[in-house]
């Protein structure tokens, strides 16, 4: 196998989503470089494979990535995993993937599972478009700030979150989004896989009725109204008036339309 930085994307939780080209490339590698040696150890005694380790993970890339570069420089074929799904994917790797680069060495990746793509497919949104955003920030203020900037967005919006930050990040796009739909992947190719959709409070609603949510959680979020020259808001509520729609449904109908809160709306025709 020719020696250069291979990417290997590894299961996110049925291990029967290896590839045959990652098996290969694993087996024929002179090293491999991973999150958590004791996690992808697991993997690899699964498949029957003996190879030497080494951990590479966000609190020692930087350190890291000079000697898995030298070793590369010097023909040792390394692969970089992380501990499920493709690497770089809200995972480490992009320091050495750019120091590779920079260093002549090729970068190949060899494709798998991903939960970004699994739970798109299968949400039932829109997919012509869509935009990963990673993990969502852990404070209220910074999700829904995250969520403002993102309004605009003409695309399905797909992120991270953890289990028990989920009913919050719910209430903060019900709150942002209005009625926007949504969908939450759960615990994707898992035993307990599921998809919830609705709108925001309605997914919420759910959740909120269990004892607790566990799991890996992929957060999606339906596209937004597209962007064009628009009236202010409190006109177009006052237009709707006009034509004798009552004042509470002419503030949901513009909510709706435009991707935002009723509440939004009220205090803007304030």
Known sequence: MPAALYLV????GNLEDITLRALRVLREADL???EDTR??????????????????HEHNEAAR????????????????????????VSDPGYRLVMAAIGAGIPVVPIPGASAVLGALAAAG????????????????TQRRKVFEQLRGEDCTLVFYEAPHRILDALADLAAVYGDRPVAVARE????HEEFLRGTAEE????????PSVKGEITLLVGKGPAIVAMTPVDEAVR?????????????KQVARERGLSKREVYKQIM
Do not use: N
């Open 125 to 140: 949104l829109p997919t012509d478009a869509f935009r990963f955003c990673g993990f969502l920030p852990v404070k209220t």
């Open 188 to 191: 994707l190719t898992k035993l």
């Open 65 to 88: 990535t000079a000697e898995l570069v030298a070793k590369l420089v010097s023909d040792v074929t390394v692969a970089l995993v992380s501990d499920a799904g493709t690497p770089l």
């Open 32 to 34: 491999i470089a991973c």
């Open 239 to 251: 237009e709707l008036e006009q034509k004798g729609v009552p004042r509470m449904d002419a503030i």
């Open 39 to 56: 996690q992808t150890g697991k993997l690899l005694a699964h498949f029957g494979i003996d190879k030497p380790m080494v951990s590479y």
């Open 203 to 210: 997914v919420r609603a759910q959740l909120a009725a269990r």
């Open 9 to 12: 994307a590894t299961p996110i």
